[in-house]
């Protein structure tokens, strides 16, 4: 078992402190992607609104999440130690896991056979819209 990632969070107050730390990198990725992409500055204004910057600081957040990856058998073993509810997709017949416990006792995992790096960034996704999304 294996894990990436950089946020894991005992309290949803310290994922809120995470989320609103990412807020000023995700405006500054913003305005780099506009100033490539050549928007002068009144396709800017107009383009570059508020929830484009959120949607931003989303992706961001998610993509910083600390999320578990292994066997079947490391996760169920995992899933026997874990004390809170479990949203499962895929398949449980597939052989690895990629699994994030949130604070207050969520949790989401994803089953994959070979695609690791998608697998990762769908449960990253998944875990910010079921565990984050309304908390933050």
Same mark, same amino acid.
């Given at each position: 078992?294996? &894990?990436?990632? &950089?946020?894991?969070?005992?309290? #949803?107050?310290?994922?809120?402190?995470?989320?609103?730390?990412? +807020? =000023?990198? *995700?405006? &500054? #990725?913003?305005?780099?992607?506009?100033?490539?992409?050549?928007?002068? /500055?009144?396709?800017?204004?107009?383009? @570059? !609104? +508020?929830?484009?910057?959120? !949607?931003?600081?989303?992706?961001?957040?998610?993509?910083?999440? /600390?999320?578990?990856?292994?066997? /079947?058998?490391?996760?169920?073993?995992?899933?026997?130690?874990?004390?809170?509810?479990?949203?499962? @997709?895929?398949?449980? /017949?597939?052989?690895?896991? @990629?699994?994030? *416990? +949130? =604070?207050?006792? +969520?949790?989401?995992?994803?089953?994959?056979?070979?695609?690791?790096?998608? *697998?990762? *960034? &769908?449960?990253?996704?998944?875990?910010?819209?079921?565990?984050?999304?309304?908390?933050?």
């Amino acid at each position: 078992m294996q &894990t990436v990632g &950089t946020f894991e969070f005992e309290s #949803v107050a310290e994922a809120r402190d995470a989320y609103e730390s990412v +807020g =000023p990198a *995700a405006q &500054t #990725v913003v305005r780099e992607v506009a100033k490539v992409m050549e928007f002068d /500055r009144e396709e800017y204004d107009e383009r @570059v !609104t +508020g929830e484009v910057v959120e !949607t931003a600081r989303d992706a961001l957040f998610a993509s910083l999440l /600390r999320v578990s990856v292994g066997s /079947r058998e490391e996760y169920d073993e995992w899933r026997e130690s874990y004390d809170g509810e479990v949203t499962e @997709v895929g398949h449980e /017949r597939v052989d690895n896991v @990629v699994w994030h *416990a +949130g =604070p207050e006792n +969520g949790a989401v995992a994803a089953t994959f056979q070979n695609e690791e790096d998608a *697998a990762v *960034a &769908t449960l990253r996704r998944q875990a910010f819209g079921r565990l984050y999304r309304d908390r933050l």
